[in-house]
């Protein structure tokens, strides 16, 4: 369909400008997609009766998509599911609900899908009520993820229908739930059709791949605002001839900044934290403490790399502390060994010289004594 006005692309995956303000709360790319043959429920029963056959798991539960499936649905059993295209259709017996849930890897905006949709809901007899540009797109979450909702209300020779999309990505997939209600649709039927809905299960280990996903997605968003932020302090040095070290406030910048990004707008990050109000030339902005926490799990300090978060500074004292308390634990090893050693051994020195004197002396006077007495009287004789 060749290049969409909705949904421009941008290195900095972040809002885009030509996207109008009402929109722009919804083109991340995992969120804008294409919709083909989404009305393909309001076909005639003889459509239905030609399709593929039915593949559920057991009874009426199916796995989404058929290949590396990470969605369960689980549909009432009298309601007919038939296996479609890229999904599972079905409808209650009166037909006056038609449920539709269907992945695709496609990627498209917004409006355009609205437009397509509105195309197809023409071809099958259903007349769209009022501006189909009114149905604004409603962000909200759904089995735990970001999803958008786009609500029409129409009518066919039957009455007056409540058509509703939901939009929302699961890792690399896209999924798109098509419901079609009829206003005298019965109490018992419509609590049918919550209990399917509320039945959606992500399959084991897919929800907390997708939330990796998307925390690392803020993480590169965050790195990206860093990175325009000193690109935006150096051409403000240079066209005012600044010296480094001066002071430059947020407001200063956004003439460098992009119009209609969040960075420019707000002046938050991803998770709503705001940068700071002012900067130094030479000082590389930091990372905010708080956002740096969110996405710890799928971070370190090197992918923050040449930049720092915010109280960076204090960790390497407290990191350099315990080394600094290794030598002085040495010390006191050092010193014990020699006074262990001096009192042993000038008890063992003197031990030796004290028996060595006390043998040597008796020894000696005793010769001493025996010779003098001998030589006396033989010479008087």
Same mark, same amino acid.
């Given at each position: 369909?060749?290049?969409?006005?909705?949904?421009?692309?941008?290195?900095?995956?972040?809002?885009?400008?030509?996207?109008?303000?009402?929109?722009?709360?919804?083109?991340?790319?995992?969120?804008?997609?294409?919709?083909?043959?989404?009305?393909?429920?309001?076909?005639?029963?003889?459509?239905?009766?030609?399709?593929?056959?039915?593949?559920?798991?057991?009874?009426?539960?199916?796995?989404?998509?058929?290949?590396?499936?990470?969605?369960?649905?689980?549909?009432?059993?009298?309601?007919?599911?038939?296996?479609?295209?890229?999904?599972?259709?079905?409808?209650?017996?009166?037909?006056?609900?038609?449920?539709?849930?269907?992945?695709?890897?496609?990627?498209?905006?917004?409006?355009?899908?609205?437009?397509?949709?509105?195309?197809?809901?023409?071809?099958?007899?259903?007349?769209?009520?009022?501006?189909?540009?009114?149905?604004?797109?409603?962000?909200?979450?759904?089995?735990?993820?970001?999803?958008?909702?786009?609500?029409?209300?129409?009518?066919?020779?039957?009455?007056?229908?409540?058509?509703?999309?939901?939009?929302?990505?699961?890792?690399?997939?896209?999924?798109?739930?098509?419901?079609?209600?009829?206003?005298?649709?019965?109490?018992?039927?419509?609590?049918?059709?919550?209990?399917?809905?509320?039945?959606?299960?992500?399959?084991?280990?897919?929800?907390?791949?997708?939330?990796?996903?998307?925390?690392?997605?803020?993480?590169?968003?965050?790195?990206?605002?860093?990175?325009?932020?000193?690109?935006?302090?150096?051409?403000?040095?240079?066209?005012?001839?600044?010296?480094?070290?001066?002071?430059?406030?947020?407001?200063?910048?956004?003439?460098?900044?992009?119009?209609?990004?969040?960075?420019?707008?707000?002046?938050?990050?991803?998770?709503?934290?705001?940068?700071?109000?002012?900067?130094?030339?030479?000082?590389?902005?930091?990372?905010?403490?708080?956002?740096?926490?969110?996405?710890?799990?799928?971070?370190?300090?090197?992918?923050?790399?040449?930049?720092?978060?915010?109280?960076?500074?204090? #960790?390497?004292? %407290?990191?350099?502390?315990?080394? @600094? $308390? +290794? &030598?002085?634990? /040495?010390? *006191?090893? !050092?010193?014990?060994? =020699?006074?262990?050693?001096?009192?042993?051994?000038?008890?063992?020195? #003197?031990?030796? %010289?004290?028996?060595?004197?006390? @043998? $040597? +002396? &008796?020894?000696? /006077?005793? *010769?001493? !004594?025996?010779?003098? =007495?001998?030589?006396?009287?033989?010479?008087?004789?």
């Amino acid at each position: 369909m060749g290049s969409n006005p909705c949904y421009p692309s941008t290195p900095d995956g972040d809002a885009r400008p030509n996207i109008p303000a009402e929109h722009a709360q919804f083109t991340r790319p995992d969120l804008v997609i294409r919709y083909e043959g989404a009305m393909k429920r309001f076909a005639v029963l003889a459509l239905l009766a030609v399709s593929v056959s039915v593949s559920p798991v057991r009874g009426s539960e199916f796995l989404l998509p058929e290949k590396s499936p990470v969605l369960a649905v689980e549909l009432p059993a009298d309601w007919e599911p038939q296996e479609i295209e890229r999904g599972v259709d079905a409808r209650n017996k009166d037909a006056s609900i038609h449920l539709s849930i269907e992945s695709t890897r496609t990627k498209e905006g917004i409006k355009t899908l609205v437009a397509e949709t509105v195309t197809a809901l023409e071809d099958d007899g259903i007349k769209i009520i009022g501006d189909p540009d009114a149905a604004k797109p409603t962000p909200r979450t759904f089995l735990g993820v970001d999803a958008i909702d786009v609500v029409f209300q129409a009518k066919d020779d039957a009455g007056p229908i409540t058509v509703t999309l939901t939009m929302f990505p699961i890792k690399d997939v896209n999924f798109i739930i098509t419901q079609a209600v009829a206003k005298d649709a019965k109490k018992k039927e419509l609590a049918l059709l919550k209990t399917a809905l509320d039945g959606m299960t992500l399959l084991s280990g897919v929800a907390e791949a997708d939330k990796k996903t998307k925390l690392k997605d803020a993480a590169e968003q965050i790195k990206n605002d860093l990175r325009f932020i000193d690109a935006a302090l150096d051409q403000r040095m240079i066209e005012f001839n600044l010296k480094e070290g001066a002071t430059i406030t947020f407001d200063e910048l956004k003439m460098y900044l992009k119009d209609g990004t969040r960075l420019k707008t707000t002046g938050k990050d991803p998770f709503g934290n705001s940068y700071p109000e002012s900067f130094k030339h030479g000082d590389l902005p930091l990372v905010p403490a708080t956002s740096a926490a969110a996405v710890g799990s799928v971070t370190d300090e090197a992918f923050w790399k040449p930049f720092k978060v915010e109280g960076h500074k204090k #960790k390497p004292t %407290a990191e350099a502390t315990p080394p @600094a $308390k +290794a &030598p002085e634990a /040495k010390t *006191p090893d !050092a010193k014990k060994p =020699p006074a262990d050693a001096t009192p042993a051994k000038a008890p063992d020195a #003197k031990a030796p %010289a004290a028996d060595a004197t006390a @043998a $040597k +002396a &008796p020894d000696a /006077k005793k *010769p001493a !004594a025996a010779a003098t =007495p001998t030589p006396t009287p033989d010479a008087k004789k």
